[in-house]
């Protein structure tokens, strides 16, 4: 182990699982998260996320590798030892148990006693504005008052480390964006470490510190929102984060971080991220916000407008370009913004900055991750 990890509060260290001894469903995991860091695990389904959570928590073990909780190997330590908090999609509370002995329930296997309980029961309600609601049961509540009894729960014995996979899934929009908010202002007050899992990339970047993001039992790029969404490290990454225009093509010359690629007969230049040497195939990825209309950039390309569609604050602006007619450009609605009208003859421009040179192995073009 290295000096950083063993400093980490938790660490999985060449963390492998498998179930049936053939799949491998986690392969050499290695991750190292800071006391008090929101890391959130991102992936589409499948991908091993809940695997981990399962590891971590204690429901599984590892089938190579260790894992570290505050500098102590938690591979021997059953769940219930371990101290840390859960909140899962499904919320799971006990229907026949009224909120408050919901929440008592995790203190008093703990052996503490009913005065201490009922004050920290009525303290986690609070935190999570349901401090009148102790009374009822599970089913007199909504969907969302449930999900904030379920976090309260995980609150509750002051837990450092608290597990989350998927908690806000079964809610509707504005109040999973409401509880975002919501975990994120616990987690900074309550100065605790969370681990979070999502398969929603926009929910990962509000939320995060960190993401680890992971495609097939692996984690493909951990970083912080900004820089996965800025720097994305590989084709799976940018095209998983956020929206993202790509263009394959073969690599004509490499220049220092630069390189030329030949998309269909034009040569195009951009930034030599994770791509190969001459005569390799690399996929360009540009986003959508970094395209003008026109040709005020480095780059310029023709182009046809296919379909314009109404966003309030921008126009989403399909068009074709070099072969591909699922080029997205994002015009925004400014004083003085000029629309192009659909079926006219155009040119989209971006800056070689703006245009990142990937592996083209891992995304096939018209596959999207969900
Ligand atoms: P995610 O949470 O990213 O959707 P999971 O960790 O649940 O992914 O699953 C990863 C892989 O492991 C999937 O192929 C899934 O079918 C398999 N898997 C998960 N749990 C079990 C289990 N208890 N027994 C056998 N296979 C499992
Ligand atoms: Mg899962």
């Not at 026949?96 to 009922?118: D, I, T, Y």
């Not at 608290?162 to 908010?181: C, I, S, T």
């Not at 790509?246 to 040569?267: A, F, H, M, P, W």
Request: proline fraction near 4%; aromatic fraction near 6%; charged fraction near 25%.
């Amino acid at each position: 182990m290295t000096d950083r990890s063993s400093a980490a509060f938790v660490v999985f260290d060449h963390v492998q699982k498998s179930y049936d001894g053939e799949t491998i469903v986690v392969a050499d995991l290695n991750l190292a998260i800071e006391k008090g860091e929101f890391v959130t695990m991102l992936g589409p389904s499948g991908s091993g996320k809940t695997t981990c959570l399962m590891m971590l928590a204690g429901f599984e073990s590892a089938t190579k590798g260790d894992i570290f909780l505050d500098g102590k190997s938690i591979n021997n330590i059953p769940p219930h030892k371990r101290g840390i908090g859960m909140v899962f999609q499904n919320y799971a509370l006990f229907p026949h148990m009224s909120v408050a002995e919901n929440l008592a329930f995790p203190l008093e296997v703990r052996g503490m006693n009913k005065a201490e309980r009922k004050e920290k029961v009525d303290r986690a309600l609070e935190m999570v504005r349901m401090g009148g609601f102790g009374g009822r049961r599970p089913a007199q509540l909504s969907g969302g008052q449930q999900q904030r009894v379920a976090v309260a729960r995980s609150l509750v014995f002051d837990a450092e480390l608290v597990l989350m996979d998927e908690p806000l899934g079964a809610l509707d929009k504005n109040l999973r964006e409401e509880m975002q908010y919501e975990i994120k202002h616990l987690h900074e007050s309550l100065e605790m470490t969370v681990v979070y899992v999502t398969h929603d990339q926009g929910e990962a970047l509000t939320m995060s510190d960190r993401i680890a993001v992971f495609d097939d039992g692996r984690i493909q790029q951990l970083d912080s929102p900004t820089k996965l969404y800025e720097e994305p490290a590989t084709a799976f990454v940018a095209q998983f984060i956020g929206e993202n225009n790509r263009l394959l093509g073969k690599i004509e010359s490499r220049n220092g971080d630069n390189v030329i690629v030949d998309v269909g007969g034009t040569r195009i230049d951009a930034v030599a991220v994770n791509c190969g040497e001459t005569g390799d195939r690399t996929q360009l990825s540009i986003r959508p916000e970094r395209i003008a209309i026109g040709d005020s950039r480095d780059n310029v390309v023709p182009a046809v407008v296919r379909e314009l569609i109404y966003h309030g604050d921008h126009i989403r602006c399909r068009l074709e370009v070099l072969g591909s007619d699922e080029f997205v450009v994002k015009v925004p609605n400014n004083v003085g913004a000029r629309v192009p009208n659909v079926d006219e003859a155009t040119e989209v421009s971006w800056d070689t900055a703006d245009c990142r040179a990937l592996d083209s192995g891992t995304v096939e073009q018209g596959q999207d991750p969900q």
